[in-house]
């Protein structure tokens, strides 16, 4: 069990990234926002969604929270702003509905109010308590801490913890008798104590974390953006996150580019994927279950066996079944998590669109630049998702196989020169050699598309600074990969080299180079860039790398037979 408190597991994930300290703070408060958010919401799939945002905005935000010894006031706050949003006009409906009931129980009282009673009103009046009594409600009630445990966090003695929770319900208690409902404090705490944190459904957490995991910038720093479920600020993912090598578990096109484009054929699609995550994630727990139950049972056989030692016959039955449960362990466990979901042609169907999203984002530019006609540009996208989709596949196998050195050369050379035959073919060898400088220079073309929101000035300012700093992305890359003996189109960026989820070592070394890229731009940039500018740029440096690791360890995980 993991002992470290909030402020602590929020440093951790905003100073070093770490995936562990997220997935902590999503397991300890998944159901209590998950159950706000169906209470606000009245619906279970969009309660899910908005569960997402709550946590994605956690990991935006992580860094300033990192000093709030609450974080539940926190978290019920932004579940109600992003649920408000994404549903105003059913609140709107139902405080109209809620409204009329609470009239027609001023004229019948009803001293045993239910559950369904509270439930709708709940969140609305926990909004209209001070901070003081909102949080003691919340640690008490919806934390189920003890009167001791919310003694040690709010710095009080345990008398003064208890006489604050028990103000606090009365003070509740009056705001809904103000909206007709009739119950005792005793009544009130017992029925939110009761009912007031569910279960979140099966997937959730894993969905969220993965989801923000991959939050972490690319090629660049999180940015804030305004989404449309939210008032809060999420996190600004770069084109390259939204590529979905992170398959699965990442959301396709999501701010900053999307809004860019106001597509509304991109923005119907990415909410039909998003509902499509939880179950897919899932479905990879489920795997990795069948294979810790297998391992269990075999264990137990183990034991049932030493048992058995005088039973000749119940032995045998037992070595049969050790002998079936071993033979099924390892046909999980030969599997990758994505190979076994990705059988399913459906579900690879819906893996393949996604890869189609997001490198249509990433290669807008490229197919505008060419004057590409839609069903051109549609082509072009539908094969360099096919790449991605063959490149996953010879992930993969590389994993299992354990290739490494020569091998990954060769595979992933051979996967990338039939690729640029394919848009040979297509486009041309004017085409090609516009798509192959047009790839070369994606780490600098994203970087300075992304850290353009971060420069100040008007208009012409931005502009200048922006251009200068691709050519200046663009003359360090060429001089680091020289210097490094590597080949002047090579992919400077981790994510998008898929020999990097291969192999770790290589991963390091790609890791390595991205560094030196930007230690490199960071070094000459203040001739352009002010202190604060450049300074927003050295922690771009950290996110960036920081960002690829996790994604690239992430896919790893995933592509790996699940016995590794």
Not at 341 to 352: D, F, G, L, S
Not at 385 to 400: E, K, P
Request: hydrophobic residues 45%; contains cysteine; charged residues 20%.
């Amino acid at each position: 069990m993991n002992t470290q408190t909030d402020p602590q597991l929020l440093a951790d994930y905003s100073s070093q990234g770490s995936e562990d300290a997220f997935a902590e703070l999503v397991r300890r408060h998944l159901d209590f926002v998950y159950s706000a958010a169906v209470r606000m919401v009245c619906d279970a799939q969009l309660a899910g969604d908005v569960t997402q945002g709550v946590f994605l905005a956690l990991a935006q935000n992580a860094r300033q929270l990192a000093d709030r010894p609450i974080l539940s006031g926190w978290l019920h706050r932004t579940t109600q702003n992003l649920a408000a949003n994404a549903v105003r006009s059913d609140v709107r409906r139902r405080a109209r509905e809620q409204e009329a009931a609470a009239m027609n129980d001023l004229l019948v009282t009803d001293p045993d109010a239910s559950w369904d009673d509270i439930a709708p009103q709940l969140d609305a009046a926990l909004d209209e308590l001070d901070e003081p009594d909102r949080e003691a409600l919340l640690l008490r009630y919806f934390e189920r801490k003890s009167a001791k445990e919310m003694a040690l966090t709010l710095g009080i003695s345990d008398e003064a913890a208890q006489k604050r929770v028990n103000r606090a319900v009365e003070r509740l208690r009056e705001l809904f008798a103000k909206r007709g409902v009739t119950i005792g404090a005793a009544g009130l705490a017992v029925l939110i104590s009761a009912n007031a944190v569910q279960s979140a459904p099966a997937g959730l957490a894993v969905a969220i974390t993965a989801a923000s995991a991959a939050t972490a910038t690319v090629v660049a720093t999180s940015t804030a953006a305004t989404t449309a479920i939210a008032t809060t600020k999420t996190i600004a993912m770069t084109a390259i996150q939204k590529i979905v090598v992170v398959v699965l578990l990442a959301a396709a096109v999501g701010t900053g580019i999307f809004e860019a484009r106001q597509n509304s054929k991109l923005r119907d699609q990415l909410v039909t994927l998003q509902q499509q995550q939880a179950p897919l994630a899932a479905q990879v727990q489920q795997l990795q279950s069948d294979r810790d139950d297998a391992t269990n049972r075999l264990a137990s056989l183990a034991t049932e066996l030493a048992r058995q030692k005088n039973s000749p016959n119940e032995v045998l039955k037992l070595r049969g079944e050790v002998g079936q449960l071993r033979q099924e362990k390892a046909i999980i466990g030969e599997k990758s998590a994505l190979s076994q979901v990705t059988a399913n042609p459906e579900t690879r169907k819906m893996i393949r669109d996604q890869q189609k999203m997001g490198m249509s984002a990433i290669y807008a530019n490229f197919t505008k630049n060419l004057k590409l006609p839609p069903d051109q540009a549609d082509k072009f996208n539908d094969m360099l998702a096919d790449n991605i989709m063959d490149n996953i596949d010879l992930v993969t196998q590389a994993l299992h196989d354990g290739k490494s050195g020569n091998d990954l050369d060769q595979m992933f050379s051979a996967a990338n020169a039939a690729l640029e035959q394919k848009v040979q073919a297509q486009l041309g060898d004017d085409g090609l050699a516009q798509y192959q400088d047009y790839t070369k220079n994606l780490l600098s073309t994203l970087t300075a598309e992304q850290f353009n929101g971060m420069l100040t000035g008007d208009d012409a300012a931005k502009a200048a600074k922006t251009q200068q700093l691709t050519q200046l992305l663009q003359q360090q890359s060429q001089t680091t990969l020289a210097a490094a003996g590597l080949p002047a189109d090579y992919q400077t960026v981790p994510i998008l080299n898929f020999r990097n989820i291969a192999s770790e070592t290589d991963a390091d070394q790609d890791l390595t180079l991205l560094d030196n890229i930007y230690a490199g731009v960071e070094s000459q940039a203040g001739s352009f860039l002010s202190p604060d500018e450049l300074a927003k740029f050295q922690q771009f440096r950290t996110n960036a790398i920081a960002g690829n690791r996790t994604i690239l360890t992430m896919n790893r995980k995933l592509m790996a037979p699940i016995s590794q």
